[in-house]
């Protein structure tokens, strides 16, 4: 129905269903990989996972001061991971979950909810793992819910809710796959698919530094524009 959940607080009891009149968006295809992320990903050794760690990731997403995942939230998410409509891509340096993001998959939509970070450029290089996963398994939306100057850094838009609703409709009568066939991704391909350096440059980098090493909720850090 193109509405998202989110609780005041971790501790709160009641759960608010949130319309925003304007929706952030990535068109997969206008992602941008810095010069120095790509450079990252290319001599890094942090190895890449999906649905190995679903409740490290959530409990990383949620591992802030301030969160809108409280305990019913964790329960229904983990409910629906079990079910198969929920995934996580992780981040690894050796056995350390570094970074990760999770979210909903309905038809060829993908539902960004929330990511996290323990090191710089840890939910960059998932962003950019996941972006190109999407484009592999034919996804036609990416929602990032809200959009912050982080991911406007990245490539990502804001539409109007009426535009919105036209594309989930298109993406939910489409199929995709979050895990399709024969998908291996590699550092060169990834940082490859992506308009690396290309279009974000030295900007790219220095928006997204600052925010690293925290988590980014609804996809990024979800704010309260409503209905």
Known sequence: MGIFP??????????????????????LESFHISRSLARHMLRSTWRISVDEDFDGVLAGCADRPETW?????????????????VHSLEVWDGTALIGGVYGVVLGAA???ESMFSR????????LAYLIDRLRAGGFMLFDTQFLTPHLATLGAVEIPRADYRRRLEAALNAE???????????PSSVVAGSSAGAASGDAS???????????????SQRNTQTS
């Open 6 to 27: 989110m609780a005041e607080a971790r501790d709160a009891t009641e759960i608010h269903w949130i319309d925003p009149r304007k929706r952030g968006v990535f068109p």
């Open 69 to 85: 995942i409280n305990a019913e939230i964790t329960a229904l998410y983990r409910a629906l991971h079990h079910a198969g409509f």
């Open 110 to 112: 993908f539902f960004g």
């Open 119 to 126: 090191r710089t450029n840890a939910s960059k290089t998932a």
């Open 176 to 186: 995709a796959s979050f895990t399709p066939a024969g998908y291996q991704p590699l």
């Open 205 to 219: 980098s220095a928006g997204a530094a600052s925010t690293s090493g925290s988590t980014k909720s609804g996809t």
